[in-house]
């Protein structure tokens, strides 16, 4: 198998997301297999039919036997593999690998987490040797010690970070499924102002703690068409990742995104410019920053001031569900990205996916990109999804 | 049998135990001199296990820092930051000497031994000009 025969050979025939917010009394489990009932519901698929699973959460430490065991399924296939909230989208990469060789016939992938019912941020990290003596407030700490490293570097300041979460809540204004959407505008100084965190990350510069739980279903492209919905196909998918500590990323301002989305625009035979909608895994306010640039929507440096291009009726429409910072964070978000890069395409080609305020949907969206991050700045992965005429 | 699995334990524990002697030790390849941190059984992306423990002058300059926000009942505000040491390599420590969030970047700093979660580690003060 090389490049060519993963190039728009799968597809994702149904979406779905579930308990995005606050679900008192409901585990982890039963939202993932909700999202999971609900995805093969949209695809018309019977769950007999599901011979491919891939899941990770932060609740379990073998979560695609757990969910295939809750299910009544029995896997051919099978890969619960966890680097961080980007897991889904080499999850993505597998299964179409998977599905190509022949070895499934039809993919799922989800997630659940009930973090917010819970008690709040759930990890099963393990303490970092030579970072836990310290008592880092992880993930913040690392984040911020990027930020700052960032500020310095390029002249940046809080108000430049402040845009990206401005940004954000105006694309949550527009989705009423975003977590925020009735919360009004954010200014510069309510995001200033907001308690601090982490220096200098304040509140509103970190993302939700929701619960939620989603789930994607794939088949090879000739299934793909006999489905209900319009298949969206998966162009390109790449990965790639230097460090699982902070202080071991080699350079504070420049993410393994810069090799994900080379690779994954190679394999897709698009380039940056080409895409329509840009959904980017916003733990923090300087992921979007770092990652526009990484990915090359921008150089270096430019993305604090590209970052306005990103508003709703810019020039780049980027995180249009109001992203991990106003829509959904149920503590790994690598699936919301993807779910949002696929609506976008689908509503664009006429399903109905849900309801938007004006501006919330992208007219004639072709293709999207997907990105996400996993650890702290650690994994990246991008995957880039488009409609059949781009194949 | 490589060379380093004659010693009694492995690097991490080695570490503190060159602490515990009051010695701040980190490794470095015999065949290029370059030096890493944190402690392992080879050096990171070649695989080369010709290494040796050298003492470092446990000087270093602030990379990058926050200050991690704390309730007085808990401890209050404290400083985390990453220090490029003076051989290289990059580590996180607190830096001491002055309040938490006031720590610049660029910022000299010398290393210093104290004991944290019961075991000896680095920490840094800053050094004023």
């Known amino acids: 198998m090389n490049i060519s025969e993963i190039r728009g050979k799968t597809a994702v025939v149904g979406l779905a997301e579930t308990g995005c917010g606050v679900t008192p009394g409901w585990s982890a489990m039963e939202l993932m297999a909700t999202a999971v009932y609900d995805a093969l519901e949209d695809s018309g698929i019977n769950i007999k039919e599901v011979d491919g699973l891939f899941a990770a959460t932060a609740f379990h430490s073998m979560a695609a036997m757990s969910l295939s065991e809750y299910l009544g399924i029995r896997p051919k296939f099978a890969d619960g593999s966890n680097i961080g909230g980007s897991s889904f989208l080499s999850h993505i990469l597998t299964a179409a690998m998977a599905l190509q060789a022949g070895l499934i016939n039809v993919a799922v992938i989800a997630y659940g987490s009930n973090q917010r019912s819970a008690g709040g941020f759930k990890t099963i990290s393990e303490a970092m040797p030579f970072e836990a003596q310290y008592e880092p407030r992880m993930p913040v700490t690392a984040y911020a010690l990027a930020a700052k490293r960032y500020m310095h570097e390029f002249n940046a300041s809080r108000k430049h970070l402040a845009n990206v979460a401005m940004a954000a809540r105006e694309w949550a204004l527009l989705n009423p499924r975003a ?51 319009t298949p969206i196909y998966l162009l390109g998918a790449a990965m790639e990742h230097h460090h699982r500590m902070i202080s071991e990323m080699p350079d504070f301002t420049t993410t393994s995104a810069v090799e994900s989305g080379k690779r994954a625009f190679e394999m897709s035979g698009y380039k940056f410019s080409d895409m329509d909608t840009v959904q980017l895994y916003d733990a923090f306010t300087i992921n979007t920053i770092l990652f526009l640039e990484d990915l090359g929507f921008c150089k270096k440096g430019e993305g604090k001031d590209f970052i306005k291009e990103t508003f709703p009726g810019g020039s780049l429409p980027v995180n249009t569900n109001g992203g991990g910072l106003s829509c959904v964070h149920p503590g790994m978000y690598g699936l919301f990205v993807t779910l949002e890069a696929l609506r976008q395409l689908r509503n664009s080609a006429g399903d109905n996916v849900g309801e938007r305020k004006d501006g919330g949907w992208i007219n004639d969206a072709k293709i999207s990109l997907a990105h996400g991050n996993g650890g702290v700045l650690s994994s990246q992965v991008t995957n880039i999804w488009g409609l059949e005429e781009t194949i | 049998m490589p060379e380093i699995l004659k010693d009694k334990v492995g690097p991490q524990k080695q570490f503190h135990q060159h602490l515990d002697e009051g010695k701040f030790k980190i490794q470095r390849s015999k065949v290029t001199g370059e030096y890493f941190f944190h402690p392992r059984v080879a050096f990171p992306g070649t695989g080369d296990r010709d290494l040796e423990w050298v003492e470092v002058s446990g000087n270093g300059v602030v990379h990058s820092t926050t200050c991690n926000r704390r309730l007085p009942e808990k401890g209050g505000d404290f400083n985390l930051s990453i220090i490029k040491l003076d051989e290289g390599p990059k580590m996180m420590a607190m830096v001491f000497g002055v309040e938490p969030d006031k720590v610049e970047i660029g910022n000299k700093v010398k290393a210093r031994i104290i004991e944290l979660k019961g075991e000896n580690n680095i920490v840094f003060d800053l050094i004023k000009d």
């Open chain 1, 179 to 229: 977590y925020m959407h009735e919360k009004g505008s954010l200014t510069e100084e309510d995001i200033l102002s907001a308690r601090p965190i982490v220096d200098p990350l304040g509140k509103l510069d970190c993302c939700l703690v929701t619960d939620g739980a989603a789930a994607i279903v794939m088949t090879r492209s000739d299934k793909a068409r006999d489905t209900r919905n």
